[in-house]
């Protein structure tokens, strides 16, 4: 019997030392991988796994070189291990560049893990160097095992056996292992050239079947390259891509998906700005979104267009390093402030207005204008701020109130205010003639290096030394717990122009997006080599441009992920929502019993639909697009036009809940299901055919018709999905699998498959015989709501009581990562007719709408963001300019093609 894939874990023996069962941290982990070594999947191994007799140094070096994935046990006594530092970690990390060994740090106590790096392969001379924080963690650096109740310990410890249990799947692959080194047909001596003669068929299914294994070992490679950024990713990526096209006859196998799907949806650097000869300090957008200005400490501004190109010359005045900037409202003004004590007005040609503004006894670390434009507000390492008219003059007195350096200062949306933060750790609210409003706001423990108000003006970010974000009412009330997740001091923030989310800047390398209840949205955006200090959003479009001491500028973009902002509008809970058959119109339902119209904007058309008398569980198009059917809690379906009116009478019948409803295909019939346990057809009059459809044994909770119309399948509570036909009839027997109630089916574009999602936390593929096709897919921590299948129906999209949707293929591997901005339950999610969005309705009381589309949606948008990177404009090495050939060869339009030309032309 062939070795089992190995997973090594890497633990502090005292980590497993407690008299407390609940705090032996290996053995509740090899408790919880047991099962995959029954399932003859795995084999967790440890040094405890050393036989007595055999050479314990040499036992683990082996053990080490036969993982495949490795689990590290984060401690102060993990960080402390010199057996640790010396003779594992550099093993597994050089594996990990090598090979693809996958690891995956369990953070079990607090301690500096995100402040400790490591070299390798040799553990003082290297040469490679790691922030063993730069690895994804299964858990929050800032929530230790360790701060956890044990139930979610448990379900932090099942979600890392679920990850491994991928993995090793993965590896266990039917496919034969990439020779060492592969040489294609060419390697075949005479002997099996004559050996395989007669054989071509065989013989390249075998290079088939081992390119597909290279190519699944080299994205596993880039999902776990240690130290790369979003560009590196990106651009192996679209190798890795191009490998699959030309290897496997035009297929783009599932593993190159994920890992295209996970590059789209990553905070990508789109371009990098480079001229200033020193540390940049500050950036600002201009009004349009079209320029953006710089600061640094070479004592230059600079001016950028968006392709990256310096507009100018540089602006030169100051006579030591540059710490803030900002553009007027109506964008041609500029005003600097820096270490020289002063504040400068600029046009933008570079030319300096007037004097500079004098009065301060120290650096002037930031500035501001009002919205209105007429004045400058500044502040300064002398403890105050000064506000000042645009010929230079002070208006009334200095601002008196900070104990320490005043680091951050901005106005109020309405002007009438103005906030700033300090080197002694507070916040204070100021009117227009320097008079404190209230008290300190209090919090940060340390210093507070960046202050701005929200666009509505009813709340203040700010960010510290402290590592931590705050929000705050203009009472000084903090509002919710801190943001945490920087591993180092955050130097700035900024809102986004909609007001939902937020941008920070951090000396630990990153940025890091923010909703507003301080989860973080999606990775940290990586591509800075040292600390970044300032951070803007654009006001125009969903791009953020940050500065850093590199010296450089980076354009990021935030095209693959959540698309606008949340459509609000329900008092409740969002229980439903569908697309409008011309993919224009999206209608939603929810626990304030209306149903609601939006467009793609997130506008609502017209007002809520109001005539059930409670919650509405259930909402659909007509085929036509010129209706709108809905149920709900009052026992009832109803028929409403496009305005809101309803047509008819309600539909009566159901002597409970009714949960969910669907339309024929040729929209003449309406299919219902319900807590009483039955389905029921209707006509457009509201008039009931035949009799129930009776056989589920409890609540049914979904139901659908084929895309033919001649068959109905539904879903329930006694975990069941049942066939049936126009009469009633069941059609075979129940298909069983789930082992927990059915929330969700739906049926394949194809006709020939139905995907459900139930409690079990899985979704399942079914035959139209209800036999079930391939394993669960399993990804989901929590029960899953909702399913949909892609138009095309390559695809599935799913959502869970977990707050995030999946997106999978059909053999039930997930495609990217989770889609994350809900804060509590998603109840329902639908493909738009083209696949290229996708909306989600949750108990947050809102829905979201995210990109769709497929591969080639994703990698189009990859490429475009890459059109004036100088990684492509500048190639220098093999594998970059080959990802640039793809994206000119299969990508690009004519129109980006010349963009890229004109752009390489300027690069040079």
């Not at 890497?10 to 995959?36: F, H, T, V």
Request: some cysteine; aromatic content about 8%; overall charge negative.
């Amino acid at each position: 019997m062939a070795a089992l894939p190995r997973i090594f874990i890497c633990y502090a023996r005292s980590d497993n030392a407690s008299d407390d069962p609940s705090q032996r941290w290996l053995d509740r982990l090899l408790q919880m991988l047991g099962s995959l070594e029954l399932q003859g999947l795995a084999k967790a191994w440890a040094d405890n796994d050393v036989e007595p007799g055999e050479d314990w140094h040499c036992t683990i070096q082996a053990s080490l070189e036969q993982a495949v994935a490795a689990v590290l046990l984060v401690s102060p006594a993990f960080l402390a291990s010199e057996y640790i530092h010396n003779n594992e970690l550099p093993v597994l990390l050089k594996n990990a560049q090598q090979r693809g060994v996958v690891i995956l740090p369990l953070i079990v106590r607090h301690s500096l893990y995100d402040e400790i790096t490591f070299k390798y392969p040799d553990p003082v001379q290297g040469p490679e160097e790691i922030a063993l924080a730069s690895i994804q963690a299964v858990n929050s650096v800032s929530r230790p095992l360790t701060a956890m109740p044990q139930t979610e310990q448990d379900e932090t410890l099942l979600k890392l056996a679920r990850r491994l249990k991928a993995i090793v799947e993965n590896q266990l692959a039917p496919l034969p292992p990439p020779p060492e080194p592969h040489q294609g047909l060419g390697a075949f001596t005479a002997d099996t050239q004559e050996f395989f003669f007669g054989r071509q068929a065989e013989v390249q299914e075998l290079v088939d079947r081992l390119a597909e294994a290279e190519l699944r070992a080299e994205c596993s490679r880039i999902a776990n390259l240690p130290g790369a950024n979003a560009v590196d990713k990106t651009l192996l990526t679209i190798k890795a891509l191009s490998t699959s096209l030309n290897a496997l006859q035009g297929e783009v196998i599932a593993p190159v998906q994920d890992a295209l799907h996970r590059a789209f949806t990553h905070p990508c650097e789109r371009l990098r700005l480079e001229g200033h000869s020193l540390l940049v300090h500050t950036v600002a957008f201009n009004p349009t979104g079209d320029r953006i200005v710089s600061g640094g400490d070479d004592g230059t501004l600079r001016l950028w267009n968006l392709d990256g190109q310096q507009i100018g010359g540089a602006f030169e005045g100051h006579t030591r390093d540059v710490l803030s900037v900002a553009f007027s409202p109506t964008g041609d003004r500029i005003v600097s402030a820096g270490s020289d004590g002063t504040l400068r007005l600029w046009d933008l040609d570079g030319r300096q207005i007037g004097g500079p503004f004098e009065g301060h006894s120290g650096p002037v670390v930031s500035v501001a204008f009002s919205p209105t434009g007429n004045c400058i507000v500044s502040a300064s390492d002398d403890r105050t701020l000064r506000l000042w008219n645009l010929d230079g003059q002070q208006i009334g007195g200095a601002f008196e109130g900070h104990t320490r350096n005043v680091l951050s200062v901005a106005f109020s949306p309405t002007g009438n205010y103005i906030v700033s933060a300090s080197r002694d750790g507070t916040l204070r609210l100021w009117d227009l003639d320097g008079r404190q409003i209230g008290g300190a706001f209090e919090g940060h423990s340390g210093p507070v290096f960046s202050v701005a108000f929200s666009p509505t003006g009813n709340c203040i970010i700010s960010a510290g030394s402290d590592r931590t974000l705050r929000l705050w009412d203009l009472d000084g009330r903090q509002i919710g717990s801190p943001f945490e997740g920087h591993s180092g001091p955050v130097f700035s923030v900024a809102f986004s122009p909609t007001g939902d989310r937020i941008v920070s800047a951090s000396r630990d390398g990153t940025l890091r997006l923010w909703d507003l209840d301080g989860r973080q949205i999606g990775g940290p955006f990586e591509g800075h080599s040292d600390a970044v200090w300032a951070v803007a959003f654009s006001p125009t479009r969903d791009r953020i441009v940050s500065a850093g001491s590199d010296g450089t500028l980076r354009l990021w973009d935030l095209d693959g992920r959540q698309i606008g902002s949340p459509f609000e509008g329900h008092s409740d809970a969002v229980l439903s929502v569908a697309f409008s058959p011309t993919g224009d119109r999206i209608v939603s339902a929810g626990g304030d019993g209306t149903l609601r119209l939006w467009d793609l904007d997130g506008r609502q058309i017209g007002g809520p639909f109001e005539g059930h008398s409670d919650a509405v569980w259930a909402v659909a198009f007509s085929p036509t697009g010129n209706c709108i059917i809905s149920a709900g809690v009052d026992r009832t379906l109803r028929l409403w036009d496009l305005d809101g009116r309803q047509i008819g009478g309600p539909f009566e019948g159901h002597s409970n809940i009714v949960l969910s409803v669907a339309f024929s295909p040729t929209g003449d019939r309406i299919v219902s299901a319900g807590s009483d346990g039955t389905l029921r057809l209707w006509d457009l009059d509201g008039q009931q055919i035949g009799g129930p459809f009776e056989g589920h044994s409890n609540s049914v909770w979904a139901v659908a018709f084929s895309p033919t119309g001649n068959c109905i399948v539904s879903a329930g509570t006694d975990r069941t999905l049942r066939l049936w036909d126009l009469d009633g009839r069941q059609i075979g027997g129940p298909f069983e699998g789930h082992s927990d109630a059915v929330w969700a089916v739906a049926f394949s574009p194809t006709r020939d498959r139905i995907v459900s999602a139930g409690t079990d936390r899985t979704l399942r593929l079914w035959d139209l015989d209800g036999r079930q096709i391939g394993g669960p897919f399993e990804g989901h921590s929590d029960a899953v709501f909702s399913v949909a299948f892609s138009p095309t129906g390559d695809r599935i999209v799913s959502a869970s009581r977990d707050r995030t949707l999946h997106l999978w293929d059909l053999d039930g591997q997930q495609i990217g990562g989770a889609f994350e901005g809900h804060s509590d339950a998603v109840f329902s999610v639908a493909f738009s007719p083209t696949g290229d969005r996708i909306v989600s309705a949750s108990r947050d009381r809102t829905l979201r709408l995210w990109p769709g589309g497929s591969w080639t949606d994703w990698l189009h948008t990859c490429c475009s963001r890459l059109i004036h990177h100088p990684r492509f404009t500048r190639s220098t090495s093999d594998s970059d300019r080959q990802a640039c050939q793809v994206c000119q060869d299969y990508v690009w339009t004519k129109a980006e093609l010349a963009e890229f030309r004109q752009a390489q032309a300027l690069a040079q």
